[in-house]
């Protein structure tokens, strides 16, 4: 049964050359690519734009595919390059500032409570510097541990845990604020 | 007080939009078509394989092992497939010229960042420039861009207009998700049983469920496909009843889309809509199933933003109350009048999941509270919200449902709200929602909750008759064999249609509900029941022009007596509408779901160009996302 194969074992046909095995691993991945690339990014135009980018890309990086790491953490970090190089593109094109780095934008006048707590997740998202954003967009993911999200981001697994307190800590300050307002 | 962190995961979970299904679809099928030319571009430099799933499975992980050493080889096989999908791009110079910038400004851009990891090696942007499937969606949106919106103001929008989420299921989960179905409705043959009875059903459940399963990238399984429930998900104009009449059938006959030797029987019947301004003021009680297993995202977040949509369309008259069930139960919120939104909602912030479920003490509270705030002239209904999760409570389940009929009687009707998969006691949702004359609806996303709360409040909150029979008699002499599609789980015996103390589906404002039968006639090669030797031959009266007769029972909310609605059947009868037709096409597109027993060679395609064909104004889009789902369970069923 194809459904039971394992990621590893679909990657490596792939790479190989199965077209099967890769159409049934971009399938079962695709919402995991697209929901990172939100968190990445913040915008769900862009996030479409970025998981259309990497899906065409896979076809010829999945060649590449070696069983050293566990497809995931591979699949992770090809998105978080590929969002890194999105990011360089649209500022060297200095477009418009891309996604939680945009702070040009105002709020809609028919903000509801949803998009208040939505304008509060972007404050948040928005007030981290760049490797905590990322960090975060990683460690979000379902069963994400630390030494995984290490691997993807090429750091140490200290290191994220020592970004993630970074990051609790920034968002205990953010609330302290808003709570003395 | 709760971690920030979980705050803020809780959030981005709720923000995270479902990916666009079209394009969903669209970047599989062409990642698909990249990767066969991807490996055209290097088959001299790999052996050919021709041996099945499995071989080449073992096969590939030896090749794989072999390989390891030989990174340069790799890259080079890579750079074979970066040039030969370079060369396509010229021809695909034909767009609009703003197309030829961003191409170049692709390839020639720079990537100056060296990357930390050894399997990173190959720059991104050189296999985005490799790839002209990422240029040509430019060239299409090349125009758009850039839109000075956040993501986030878009958040909404994006759920509105694509009304589907991924689930979070994750694989090692045990599936403890129950359905309820019945096998396909089997043919009839009409001199043995002319006569077919059944109830109405407005439930979507079926549909959402679908849904979640295909845009997870699984086939549903076959007895989460209930025909009818698919069919009714979409708002169909049949012709409205005009003066007293609380609803009005319709009845085509035209030819069956997968069959030429069989005719469809299609009966719609569409709800009178009576003004919103002067419906009958609402009390709600929410009874919420706050236990552990509710705190997904996709569950009881969902379930509070779904519940400040539903918010903003009750007025000062209508009351809400909330009571919880967990390990404890316990009344969250008394009844407020539905203008008091900061009381509401504070409320709803301070429900948290945890602990066990025992459905039954949290269902008697809510009655209770129901049975307090109801009066005269106002419609009162229990909304339970959960995700099926009943292991504590339903010890007996008769009794149950006994205790949700008898509430019914007295007035209060029960509605249910699914959410999330993988625990999901589709069967029990059912059960109670049907004994409770209520709607049991599947909520898997912010826009899903748009439509059965906000679009469609009044027809799921205010009754317009209880009770609805449909009985149809075919005549032998005119139908060899019949079959009802779908209503599987609603089948009534003969005798019941006459029995005014029988319970059945009920119609809210505004629904349509659409039955369809598939009739072969006599003398029809399609006929599949070889006659029988011993058979009467019967001496029918004389009403040879006549197909079938449509009784249809019903009663007016309030009274116990059912008034009846009766109709001959005709070939030729009725104008085969857009609607119709789109209704004919999700018929037989479920039924494909289902395994497509009488469908013969028609499937997927056949079904996607009808309901392309017969899309109509679809104001709310949802016959297009049908189209899409359509593709999608085409593509795996390949």
């Known amino acids: 049964m194809r459904m039971e ?177 | 007080m709760t971690d920030d962190l979980d705050h803020l995961k809780s959030l981005m979970d709720a923000a995270t939009p479902a990916p666009d299904s079209a394009r969903r679809a669209n970047n599989l099928d062409r990642a698909r078509k990249s990767f066969a030319r991807a490996q055209g571009s290097r088959v001299g430099a790999r052996p050919t394989v021709k041996r099945g799933p499995v071989a080449r499975l073992t096969e590939g992980a030896i090749f794989m092992l072999n390989s390891l050493t030989s990174r340069g080889v790799l890259t080079a096989t890579t750079a074979l497939g970066a040039i030969a999908l370079v060369l396509i791009v010229p021809q695909m110079q034909t767009g ?59 958040v909404a929008e994006v759920a509105r207009i694509a009304p589907a989420a991924p689930d979070v299921v994750v694989a090692s989960t045990p599936n403890t998700e129950a359905f309820a179905n019945a096998d396909s ?25 679908v849904r979640s399963s295909l845009l997870n990238g699984q086939m549903p399984p076959k007895d989460a496909v209930r025909v009818e429930e698919m069919v009714n998900y979409f708002p169909y104009a049949y012709p409205a009843p005009d003066g007293e009449a609380p609803f009005r059938p319709t009845i085509t006959v035209s030819p069956t889309p997968w069959n030429a030797g069989t005719q469809l029987v299609h009966i719609g019947i569409q709800g009178a809509l009576p003004q919103i301004a002067e419906r009958p003021p609402l009390n709600l009680v929410f009874l919420i199933d706050s236990s552990g297993s509710m705190q997904d995202a996709n569950k009881l977040p969902l379930l509070k933003q779904s519940f400040r949509l539903l918010l903003s369309e009750l007025g000062p008259e209508d009351q809400v109350s909330i009571v919880t069930y967990a390990g404890n139960t316990g009344q969250v919120l008394e009844p407020t009048r539905a203008t008091e939104r900061s009381k509401i909602l504070a409320a709803l912030d301070k429900l948290e999941a945890g602990g066990g479920t025992a459905g039954q003490a949290g269902l008697q509270q809510a009655y209770q509270v129901a049975g307090e705030i109801a009066s005269d002239g106002e419609v009162t209904r229990v909304v339970l919200a959960t995700d099926g999760d009943f292991n504590v409570g339903l010890s007996d389940p008769e009794a149950l449902k006994d205790f949700i009929a008898r509430k019914r009687d007295s007035g209060t009707y029960l509605s249910v709200l699914g959410f999330g998969r993988g625990n999901l006691d589709d069967a029990t949702m059912q059960a109670l929602a049907q004994n409770g004359n209520g709607q049991a609806a599947y909520i898997d996303t ?34 060899a064999e019949y079959r009802l599609i779908g209503y599987e789980t609603r089948a009534l015996r003969r005798q019941d249609f006459d029995n005014d103390a029988i319970d059945a589906g009920d119609i809210g404002a505004g629904h349509s509900v659409t039955a369809i039968y598939e009739v072969t006639p006599v003398g029809s090669d399609a006929i599949r029941n070889g006659p029988l030797r011993y058979g009467a031959s019967q001496v029918v009266a004389d009403t040879d022009e006549e197909i079938g007769y449509f009784k249809l029972r019903y009663k007016q909310p309030g009274s116990d007596r059912s008034q009846l609605i009766e109709n001959p059947i005709r070939f ?63 593509s795996l069923a390949d």
């Open chain 1, 5 to 181: 194969t394992s990621d590893e074992d679909l990657a490596r046909a792939a790479a190989k050359g199965d077209a099967d095995a890769f159409a049934s691993l971009l399938r079962r991945h695709y919402d995991r690519i697209f929901r990172l690339c939100f968190r990445l990014t913040g915008r769900a135009d862009q996030a479409e734009d970025l998981t259309q980018d990497i899906c065409a890309a896979l076809p010829l990086k999945v060649q590449a595919f070696q069983a050293r790491a566990k497809f995931t953490t591979w699949l992770y970090r090809v998105v978080v390059n590929a969002a890194e190089d999105a990011r360089r593109r649209a500022t060297s094109h200095s477009r418009v500032a891309a996604g939680w780095g945009d702070v040009e934008q105002m709020r809609r006048a028919e903000a509801t409570e949803a998009a208040e707590a939505v304008d509060w997740l972007q404050r948040a998202m928005r007030s981290l510097p760049q490797d905590l954003q990322e960090t975060l967009a990683l460690t979000l993911e379902e069963e994400m541990t630390h030494a995984q999200a290490a691997e993807v981001l090429g750091v140490s697994e200290g290191t994220v845990s020592w970004r993630m307190s970074d990051i609790r800590k920034r968002l205990r300050a953010m609330r302290q604020e808003e709570l003395d307002q």
């Open chain 2, 96 to 154: 609009p010229l703003r197309v030829t910038d961003q191409i170049e400004s692709r390839v020639v851009e720079p990537a100056p960042i060296p990357q930390p990891l050894p399997q990173a090696e190959e720059k991104f942007a050189d296999a985005i420039a490799a790839a002209p499937q990422a240029l040509s969606k430019r060239a299409e949106g090349a125009n758009s861009e850039p839109t000075v919106r956040l993501g986030w103001d878009n």
């Open chain 2, 185 to 209: 409705n089997p043919l009839k043959v009409t001199a043995e049983d002319p006569v077919s009875t059944f109830s109405i059903d407005v439930d979507t459940a079926s549909y959402a469920i």
């Open chain 2, 446 to 479: 912010l826009g899903e909750a748009r439509k059965v709360l906000v679009d469609q409040l009044t027809g799921a909150l205010f009754p317009i008759a209880n009770d609805v029979k449909i009985q149809v008699e075919f005549n032998p002499a005119q139908i």
């Open chain 2, 572 to 634: 030729d009868q009725g104008v085969l509408t857009d609607d119709v037709a789109f209704s004919h096409a999700i018929a037989g597109y479920a039924q494909a779901l289902r395994g497509g027993e009488y469908l013969g060679n028609w499937s997927y395609p056949q079904a996607i160009d009808m309901a392309t064909a017969a899309r109509g104004d679809d104001p709310f889009g949802y016959r297009a996302e049908a189209i899409m789902l359509m593709r999608l369970a085409q």
